[in-house]
């Protein structure tokens, strides 16, 4: 599967964006979506995760309440709805896929097999 993550830009601190990531290629409802993060001089970091079938969420504490992944499987793309943005939260976002046959959705980057080229989000304070 390719995924396109689209939406990055520069926003001042407690304004919203939402990421697109849309996937090409078959079965995207049989994997699996995650985002993260990368700030620069920082490691990829997990941002939020969503099960193929949307029943099962996750976040990071850092995002929690502020944040919220959904899906739609018709336009084969996943969502990710930024609120209250801080500029800690400045960094390149990552889609990535997980396929479904692997059991529950995971937190850890080298768990995913295929990764989006990322988009910049900028949080100005």
């Known amino acids: 599967v390719q995924l396109q993550a689209s939406g990055g830009g520069l926003v001042q601190a407690g304004g919203s964006l939402r990421l697109s990531c849309a996937a090409s290629?078959?079965?995207?409802?049989?994997?699996?979506m995650g985002w993260f993060r990368q700030a620069p001089g920082k490691e990829r970091e997990f941002v939020a995760a969503?099960?193929?079938?949307?029943?099962?969420?996750a976040y990071a504490d850092s995002v929690k309440g502020r944040f919220t992944i959904s899906r739609d499987n018709a336009k084969n793309t996943v969502y990710l709805q930024m609120n209250s943005l801080k500029s800690e939260d400045t960094a390149v976002y990552y889609c990535?896929?997980?396929?479904?046959?692997?059991?529950?959705?995971?937190?850890?980057?080298?768990?995913?097999?295929?990764w989006g080229q990322g988009t910049l989000v900028t949080v100005s304070s």
């Open positions: 290629g078959r079965n995207f409802s049989s994997y699996h």
């Open positions: 969503i099960s193929w079938d949307s029943g099962n969420l």
């Open positions: 990535a896929a997980l396929s479904a046959r692997y059991g529950r959705v995971r937190l850890s980057a080298p768990a995913y097999d295929y």
